[in-house]
């Protein structure tokens, strides 16, 4: 069902924006699983982008083997300001899996916070991220949008993974620094969504425009970390313990971590709701005392040297060529040679996708207890590891997880903040989001707790 119509006053629950795109396609799947189901508070939605054809197409392939239901397809483009107005005036979110972001999402997020519509997506660009909290989180909380990015895998699994780990550092042992290893698995070929890739290209092109931005902007409260920040360790580590090999990951994951450490310090209760019940309030608070701040970074790891060698191969393709116009058409026009196969732009298969999983080790090292810290001779005496694994990151956790965040901003959007640019986590940290996840096939496990030798 095709609809136009600019003076319709239907108000969706949520529209799906860019929904015939390889990512697109995977979340009306996981939508549709939710949709007129009990106890969902999703009863209406629609499909949005250039091409209804495409649209229906979608749809059909998303609903299998079931007949398709009837949905509206709306006709919009990231490059019609009006088309985008008249899609957030019908819509309570707008779910945005249009990427790359810093080309094709800032005229989404304004016509959400002008029309006061909540806007979740899918971006792992820190420089989009920013950029958006920098231009609009003022008039967002004015107007009652709220506006929160990596919604996905990048960067939910970090952000509720580092919660879970700290959370079990019970008084008086605090944590110093916890790093997360990403571990990518699967029975075939493991093949990477291409919008990530193309993100990264046009990162490494424009990381001169984040460090101005930084530079403009005020400096964020800083946490306070209990002992002394820790030493570089080497490039490439032997994780024993995990069986892997690993090397530093620059993802948005750390990045979008501190964003939410510094407005946690800022507010250490969390963010009010706009009509927040007494219970949340209560169990907001809780949950927010034990949150405990550390150090964070991201590491991905391999089973084998060589392919630790291949992620630093492929990093050097990126970081060389996409500083160069050239250099970055290259990349982006043969991105199977440049990853080394990793990347392809037809995307993986079906059976690539479902025999994909992910595990991502959270290693944290800390102070059994906290008065030990502020001697500067001590170094962490304990070690906890947790984990979070669940399927491929791509077109099926990540899904997962904007659905997920959607279907609590429908049942819960008066515990929530009346608007604003934020973090998952900070949104969504004190929420039943986990739980959720949880029960959608991504799990949250402590795995050990003990005393490192002096």
């Avoid at 197409?57 to 006709?75: G, S, V, Y």
């Avoid at 909540?118 to 506006?147: N, Q, R, T, W």
């Avoid at 001169?208 to 820790?230: F, H, Q, S, T, Y």
Wanted: net charge positive.
């Amino acid at each position: 069902m095709v609809e136009n119509n600019p003076s319709s006053t239907k108000i969706y629950d949520v529209v799906i924006l860019g929904a015939s795109g390889f990512t697109g396609k995977y979340v009306i799947r996981e939508v549709l699983k939710f949709f007129h189901t009990p106890n969902s508070p999703l009863m209406s939605i629609a499909l949005a982008g250039r091409s209804p054809s495409r649209l229906a197409q979608a749809l059909k392939w998303a609903a299998h083997p079931n007949l398709p239901p009837e949905i509206p397809l709306l006709t919009a483009d990231t490059t019609d300001p009006s088309s985008l107005s008249i899609l957030a005036g019908q819509a309570k979110i707008i779910l945005n899996c249009v990427g790359p972001f810093r080309l094709y999402g800032q005229t989404v997020v304004a016509a959400c916070m002008e029309s006061g519509c909540d806007y979740l997506d899918i971006c792992g660009e820190p420089e989009f991220m920013e950029k958006m909290e920098a231009m609009y989180h003022e008039k967002a909380a004015e107007k009652g949008s709220l506006v929160i990015s990596a919604c996905g895998f990048d960067s939910v699994p970090a952000e509720m993974g580092l919660m879970f780990h700290t959370r079990q550092w019970a008084l008086p042992s605090v944590p110093n620094r916890v790093e997360a290893c990403l571990s990518l698995e699967s029975d075939k070929k493991v093949v990477g969504n291409i919008g990530t890739y193309e993100s990264a290209v046009l990162g490494v092109a424009n990381a001169d425009k984040l460090m101005e931005l930084r530079r403009c902007r005020p400096r964020r409260a800083r946490p306070v970390i209990p002992g002394p920040a820790p030493k570089k360790g080497p490039i490439i580590e032997h994780q024993k313990e995990l069986g892997l090999w690993a090397v530093k990951l620059p993802s948005a994951d750390s990045i979008v971590v501190r964003r939410t450490l510094a407005t946690l310090t800022e507010n250490p209760h969390g963010l009010p709701g706009i009509n927040e019940s007494a219970e949340h309030i209560e169990k907001r608070k809780a949950f927010w005392s034990s949150v405990r701040p550390a150090h964070f970074g991201v590491k991905i790891g391999s089973k084998s040297l060589l392919g630790i060698f291949r992620f630093i191969a492929v990093g050097m393709f990126i970081g060389l060529f996409g500083k160069l116009s050239f250099g970055r058409w290259l990349l982006l026009t043969f991105p199977s040679i440049f990853s080394l196969g990793w990347f392809r732009k037809k995307g993986p298969t079906e059976e690539e996708v479902s025999s994909a999983s992910f595990k991502m080790w959270f290693i944290g090292h800390g102070f059994s207890d906290g008065s030990l810290a502020s001697r500067g001779d001590r170094k962490p005496d304990v070690e906890v590891i947790t984990r979070v694994t669940g399927p491929e990151i791509g077109y099926v956790t990540t899904p997962i997880i904007l659905v997920q965040c959607a279907l609590i901003l429908l049942k819960s959007r008066d515990n929530l903040p009346k608007g604003g640019v934020f973090t998952p986590g900070i949104i969504f940290g004190s929420t039943d989001l986990q739980e959720r996840l949880q029960d959608n096939g991504i799990s949250f496990d402590f795995i050990s707790k003990n005393a490192l030798s002096a």
